[in-house]
Each structure stands twice: as C-alpha cells, then as structure tokens.
DNA sequence: AGCCAGGCAAGTG
DNA sequence: CACTTGCATGGC
C-alpha cells in the first residue's frame, strides 16, 4: 500500500472535503465510520472516505491543513482531478457580488466542484429524481455491491461502481428489489445505450453547453436538470446551474426576475446572475448553503 | 395518514 | 410548444 499527503494551499481555496463529498453533487465516497454528517463536522471533519477509481480502492481525508491518501499506486493525480484540486476559488468566485452566494461561501470555503467518471455520474443522477440525497448514495451502493467488480484492498472486499455493460444485462426486475422504483428502466435503458456507444461522452464535452445538454437527453431518464448535473459534475461544464427544486425556490425567494417559464430561458437568467462561466460552482454551494440549513 | 423527495416520459390540446 | 398525469419507495 502507497499513501501520501498533498499540502492544501490558501491561496487556491482551500479544500473542503466533507463538504465536497456530502453535497449531493458525488455519490461515489463512502465513508469508513457510520458517522452522520454533522458528527463528523464536529470531530473536525477527519473522517476517511474512499471510492474505487479505475479498479483500485482510494482514500482520503482531510487532516491539519493536508490531504492525505492511501491506495495500492500513487492516487494524487486521480484526487486532483476527481476534487479539481487546481480549480482556484478565489478566481472563479471574483466576478460575482451576489449576496446568496457569498453567504454560501463563508459557511463553507474550500467546497469544490467535483469531476465524476461519466457513467456512474449518469446513473446516480437518473437514480435522483424525486429521491433524497440519502437514499441516491443508498441506491448507488446497492448497484455496486450487486453489479460491480470486488477490489480487494487492506484485507477488505469493495465494490466498484458496475460498467455499462454490467447494468445492461440487468433485468428492470432486478433493479426494482433494489429500490430504484421507476427509474429501474431508466437505468437499464440507458445502460444498454452507453454500453453501445450511442452518446460518447468525449463528443459531448467538445459541444456548446445547450447543444451538450440536449445531446445527454438522449439517454432515458435524463432530462434538462439531470443533464446539467452530468454536465457540471462529470463533463466539466461549469456554467451549468441544474434547475432543482432547491433552486427553483431560490429563484423565486431571491432572484424572481430570473423566472422566465421554461427551463431553457430562467437557465440563461440564472447562470447571468451566477456570472455566467462559473455559474455551476454558486449553484453548488447555494444549493448546499440552503439545503443545510432547515 | 398524507406529503414530499436534486424529475422524467408519454399523452393531450 | 405548454400543460397534465402517472410513476416507486421510504422517512417524517
């Protein structure tokens, strides 16, 4: 086992890791412990996380000002890529003067955007609809213990999140014991279209933003908000402000104006008054600010 | 007991 | 295009 620790320097932000991976915008870190969210904030946010990333167990925590890491190879690439280590905060939020968002970002500096593998981006956002941020980490946990490849790793077994191909043999039988309810077709329709190459996620990344947006609604059960969420949190597009219901609230309480009546037009409103290239990253900590607190 | 949760597909007008 | 309806499941 390899393990090392990458410092965590102010002057890009920060890091926030509990916050980044508790957000409801990744659901592919468990943590060791049990522990609820606010108990672990209260031991200082130390807790282990880890993920199976390219066949190989990882984890990470957050300790005196580091991250550090355990994992069978060296992990530091993949955590800077996953956590967007090099995204600079300070930069990203310098343009916008909105009151929501800096309220968002004093209670929790040093969150970042995420930068998920695309297929179990897609899945796990197909499995939120109507569903709490709970029990959609619940669901992907579910898959991967039934569907996924075991990694051995520290003497204990994990599961990676299944393959296209995996969850396309999936019977919608199968998928409903999981508790998946209706999204149960979604998940196995759109597997069977992944695995067949039917949208390539490099095709996509290489469109505009509302062409890329269509262009994932070619898989089921993916609509405008689940597309936005794929695209912000695994294809790099960071303008994307996915229209949620804690968003859509938001937007009448403090930005009515933005309200336009359909998704396409309040999105353009809203990612202006987001400051339009980075808008994804004040949606993210707005949604996070509003959904903690209450 | 009823309501709601990071919505979407399919069907009408 | 806008609008309506049905859809699983679990927690409060």
Redesign the pocket.
């Known amino acids: 086992m390899e393990s090392g620790s990458i410092p965590l320097t102010d002057a890009s932000g920060g890091l926030d890791l509990q916050s980044t991976l508790e ?3 990744t659901f592919l870190w468990r943590r060791e412990d049990g522990r609820a969210y606010e108990e672990t904030a209260a031991h200082g946010g130390s807790a282990w996380y880890y993920t199976v990333a390219e066949g190989e167990v990882v984890r990470a925590r957050q300790r005196d000002g580091r991250l550090e890491w355990e994992a069978t190879t060296d992990a530091e690439p993949l955590l800077e890529e996953r956590l967007r280590l090099d995204d600079d905060l300070p930069e990203i939020f310098e343009g916008t003067d909105d009151s929501l968002v800096a309220d968002a970002r004093e209670a929790y500096p040093g969150m970042r955007i995420v930068n998920d593998p695309f297929f179990p981006c897609l899945v796990s956002f197909i499995c ?9 980490h619940a669901m992907g946990t579910a898959l991967a213990r039934e569907f996924g490849e075991t990694v051995g790793f520290d003497g204990e077994t994990y599961h990676a999140f299944p393959t296209p191909e995996r969850l396309a043999e999936a019977t919608e039988a199968e998928l ?1 014991e999981l ?1 998946l ?2 999204r149960a077709p ?1 998940v196995q329709r759109s597997a069977e279209l992944a695995a067949a190459g039917e949208v390539s996620p490099a095709a996509v990344r290489e469109m505009e933003y509302e062409d890329a947006r269509d262009a994932l ?1 070619a ?9 936005d ?1 794929v695209l912000l949190f695994s294809l790099g597009f960071l303008e994307a402000v ?1 229209l ?4 859509q609230t938001a937007i009448e309480d403090h930005y009515p104006d933005c309200e336009r ?2 998704y396409a037009e309040t999105s353009r409103a809203i990612r202006r008054a987001f400051g339009g290239e980075y808008a994804g990253y004040a ?2 900590y707005v ?1 996070h600010y509003l ?1 903690n607190r209450e």
Do not use: L, N
Not at 219 to 227: E, L, Q
């Open positions: 957000s409801g915008q939120s609809a109507q569903m709490r941020v709970e029990r959609i409903r508790g309810g209706y979604y609604q898989f089921v059960g993916v609509g405008d908000k689940v597309a969420c996915p949620d219901t804690w968003i009546g359909s949606q993210t949604f959904r």
